[in-house]
Nanobody, 127 residues
């Protein structure tokens, strides 16, 4: 069982994308969904996370004010709106789920509780 991230592409600096995280065969409702990214030669890092209820979320400092996470349980989808993209945002973006209560509070600490990783979607920011 895997999550599927999509919506990546090549954009110029300052551009925007909307990334989607979907699942087939199971519901995302009630599960914390985290977005992570991995740039070439770097470790995977947490970008944003939304709680199972959808009532709380957090962002990495590097993306605050530019990225927005949301969920649509009717569509079984979690979105990551990424605006004002910078070259340093270039990475493969992944989504994953966790049922650990505090997972969204600290995705670094609770990284190993996230699972159902899919193949990710590549975001390239370049002029």
């Amino acid at each position: 069982v895997q999550l599927q991230a999509s919506g990546g592409g090549l954009v110029q600096p300052g551009g925007s994308l909307r990334l989607s995280c979907t699942a087939s065969g199971f519901t995302l409702d009630g599960k914390h969904i985290g977005w992570f990214r991995q740039a070439p030669g770097k470790e995977r890092e947490g970008v944003s996370c939304i709680s199972g209820s959808g009532r709380s979320w957090n962002y990495a400092d590097s993306v605050k004010g530019r990225f927005t996470i949301s969920r649509d349980n009717a569509r079984n989808t979690v979105y990551l709106q990424v605006n004002n993209l910078k070259p340093e945002d270039t990475a493969v973006y992944y989504c994953a789920r966790s049922v650990t209560p505090a997972a969204c509070v600290d995705t670094y600490r609770y990284y190993r509780t996230f699972g159902s990783w899919g193949q990710g979607t590549l975001v390239t920011v370049s002029s």
